[in-house]
Structure formats: structure tokens, C-alpha cells
């Protein structure tokens, strides 16, 4: 059964910084390429964050480029979301996802497997 398993989300101000973790298992994680996206309230599910299998490729949306850094350890089956300079629009539910192909990873549709979430949330 693969689980995906996220964590590092709180409150923080604007302007802080947090590192999300999502911790993979019952899937051959370096076969499967990483990302992130959030949810937030009355929004739909949007693009954050892609990373290639073996952490060689990433891309960004516009709105966290600069910001954001996704990263990934194949040896602990891990893949983060460094997060700074946060501000009040970044609250959300964050979500990680694995897919296997990787064309296409802005596109929630493109992923095989979800994790059930981290609330982040940017106090003003």
C-alpha cells in the first residue's frame, strides 16, 4: 500500500520560513518523480512544485519561484519543501504527490499517488 505522508506544516508569520517533509513508502520511490501543490479554502488545488526521480530537474510556479526549493533524498525516500519568505497568500493545505511520468507535473491529474495534507497557515 503506498502512503505518502506529510508534515512541517504550523502557523508562522509572514516573512518566516518552514520546511515541509513527505515521507514515501510501499512504492519504489526513486522511480517516481515528486510534487507539490496546495489547496486553499474556497480555491482549487494549484501547482507548487515538481521535481524530477533523481533531483537533476525542477520547476516552480510562478508565485513561489525565487521562494521556494523542492528537494528529495532517494535514501530516505523523502521529499521537501523549503519554504521562505511566506506571506499571507501561501496559506493552504499542501499536498505531496508522486507521479511516474513526467510530462505534464503542473497537473494534478498527472499524479498516481496523494498524500492526505499539511495545513500551512501565514499570519499578517
Known amino acids: 500500500q503506498v502512503q505518502l505522508v506529510e508534515s512541517g506544516g504550523g502557523l508562522v508569520q509572514a516573512g518566516d520560513s518552514l520546511r515541509l517533509s513527505c515521507a514515501a513508502s510501499?512504492?519504489?520511490?526513486?522511480?517516481?518523480?515528486m510534487g507539490w501543490f496546495r489547496q486553499a479554502p474556497g480555491k482549487e488545488r494549484g501547482f507548487v512544485a515538481a521535481?524530477?526521480?533523481?533531483?537533476?530537474?525542477?520547476y516552480y510556479a510562478d508565485s513561489v519561484r525565487d521562494r521556494f526549493t523542492i528537494s528529495r533524498d532517494n535514501a530516505k525516500n523523502t521529499v521537501y519543501l523549503q519554504m521562505n519568505s511566506l506571506n499571507v497568500e501561501d496559506t493552504a493545505v499542501y499536498y505531496c504527490?508522486?507521479?511516474?511520468?513526467?510530462?505534464?507535473?503542473?497537473?494534478?491529474?498527472?499524479?498516481?499517488?496523494w498524500g492526505q495534507g499539511t495545513q500551512v497557515t501565514v499570519s499578517s
Open positions: 504527490a508522486a507521479a511516474r511520468d513526467w510530462a505534464f507535473l503542473n497537473s494534478a491529474v498527472k499524479y498516481d499517488y
Open positions: 510501499g512504492l519504489t520511490f526513486r522511480s517516481y518523480n
Open positions: 521535481i524530477g526521480w533523481n533531483g537533476g530537474t525542477s
